[in-house]
């Protein structure tokens, strides 16, 4: 009898445990959402999306298009080309770069978009403008086009593989990423290879500020920049190919790619979450600390919401986890019940 105390103390723990188990999990479950889709009245593949501010979005796909967000909804534009586009970057509400095939480059401006002398009759497939008055263009052949404010012109390149994309903390602090691996920063004014430790083609890139760059790419690849001599991977618990990146700041990255993968940063690490769709996310715009915008296959834009801390805690399938937790606490607190019920009525009987 004298240890029905301390089976006693653990049958309480036991429950305990089983009800908080229990209680995160259906907060867990009902706390947690669905990006919310949005109607972007278009039907082709969005390949890339930008955002100069809260309710001042472009993006854009193949043949030219581009389409404006006007609060809650989206338009299309007058982009005056019918080339492919393959990349945007707004730096602010009144300002967008796009370019694409042939060495495409269009500048929208208060509204109007016109085109600009590229310089190159090469694809371009990424750019960024940290500001108005300055961008970085990449693409075919690894080359690299640079605005001042007046014009584009090019710069030594370093590499002869495709650069798919480019990403500023400001306009003399770049990383550029692309086939097979092939990474360059731009650093004391010119263009230097870095060894990214991967093979894998790179795809999307953001940065928050000059040391913290992430770049993005098939096979979950995430690599990370300081600022330094070299990349560090991060781990993205996802195995399928990325396209894009976005960061708001050091402490709120979103990426996406294949089969309607998204993956948030908080910091520390990246979690999946769960986007409710299955085709390709090809583009991904932070809008703040607590927005982002997801643009991919057959037009659609999904506005994404940072997620709770109990995800970023337990992961994205984590209520299921803990709903399972609970269920394994009540029986084993049932079955150790029955072997205290039985122990002390054969005790009894003696």
């Given amino acids: 009898m004298r240890r029905s105390g301390p089976v006693r103390w653990i049958q309480l723990l036991l429950v305990f445990l089983a009800v908080v188990a229990l209680v995160l999990g259906i907060v867990l479950k009902s706390t947690v959402g669905l990006p919310l889709t949005q109607r972007s009245g278009v039907d082709t593949e969005l390949v890339a999306v930008s955002c100069g501010g809260s309710g001042h979005c472009h993006a854009v796909s193949a043949g030219g298009r581009v389409i404006v967000q006007s609060g809650d909804t989206w ?53 960024d403008c940290p500001s108005a008055g300055g961008c970085r263009a990449v693409g075919k052949g690894g080359v690299v086009d640079f605005f001042d404010g007046r014009s584009w012109r090019l710069q030594a390149t370093r590499t002869l593989r495709d650069l798919e994309t480019v990403a500023c903390a400001d306009i003399d602090h770049c990383v550029a990423g692309g086939r097979g691996g092939v ?79 998204v993956l948030f940063y908080d910091g520390s690490k990246w979690t999946p979450i769960d986007s409710g769709v299955t085709t390709r996310l ?17 037009g659609l834009l999904l506005d994404a919401s940072t997620p709770p801390w109990l995800l970023l805690l337990f992961g994205e399938d984590g209520a299921y986890r803990l709903l399972v ?7 084993l607190t049932a079955l150790i019940t029955v072997g205290a019920a039985a122990a002390s009525a054969l005790v009894g009987s003696r």
Avoid: K
């Fill in 75 to 127: 338009a299309t534009e007058d982009s005056g080309t019918t080339r492919n586009l393959h990349g945007i970057s707004c730096p602010d509400a009144s300002h967008c770069w796009a370019v694409g095939d042939g060495g495409t480059v269009i500048r929208y401006d208060a509204g109007t978009w016109s085109p600009q002398a590229s310089g190159t009759p090469l694809d371009l497939f990424g750019v």
């Fill in 183 to 261: 990474v360059m920063v731009l650093s004391g004014g010119g263009w230097v290879l870095a060894s990214s430790g991967t093979s894998a083609d790179l795809r999307g890139s953001a940065c928050s500020d000059a040391g913290h760059c992430r770049i993005v790419g098939d096979g979950g690849t995430i690599r990370f920049f300081d600022g330094g001599a070299r990349l560090d991977p991060e781990p993205a618990q996802t195995s399928e190919a990325l396209s894009a990146v976005s960061c708001s700041d050091a402490t709120h990255c979103w990426a996406a790619g294949d089969s309607g993968t």
């Fill in 282 to 298: 090809d583009g991904v715009a932070s809008v703040d600390a607590a927005h982002a915008l997801l643009a991919g296959d057959q």
């Fill in 325 to 331: 937790a609970a269920l394994v606490l009540a029986v």
